[in-house]
């Protein structure tokens, strides 16, 4: 997630577990596994197209951002403080 909340382009290996946050063309683009030369081609792909570059690192960032520090702690604080009355949820 580092990379994506970054808003970094990413080149992955085209896995199962990798396509759960990644798409290819969308926020990513993803190879084969042990294609040498889509990700060659991948690279330079993004080193020589800035707004494709950074199109991906954009989505990327925006697709991780339900994910940031922030958010979470946000999640946790609103359960602990779901039943408690409000004056008590003002300290906490």
Not at 22 to 44: V, W
Request: charged content about 25%; glycine content about 6%; aromatic content about 8%.
């Amino acid at each position: 997630f580092e990379y994506m909340a970054a808003s970094c382009p990413i080149v992955a290996t085209d896995l199962p577990a990798i396509r759960e946050h990644l798409r290819d063309g969308c926020n990513s683009c993803l190879i084969p596994p042990g294609d040498s030369l889509a990700l060659t081609a991948a690279i330079r792909t993004i080193m020589t197209d800035e707004g494709y570059a950074a199109s991906l690192g954009k989505a990327a960032r925006w697709d991780v951002s339900p994910y940031s520090w922030r958010e979470r702690a946000r999640a946790v604080l609103s359960r602990f403080c779901a039943g408690r009355p409000i004056a008590e949820r003002a300290v906490a």
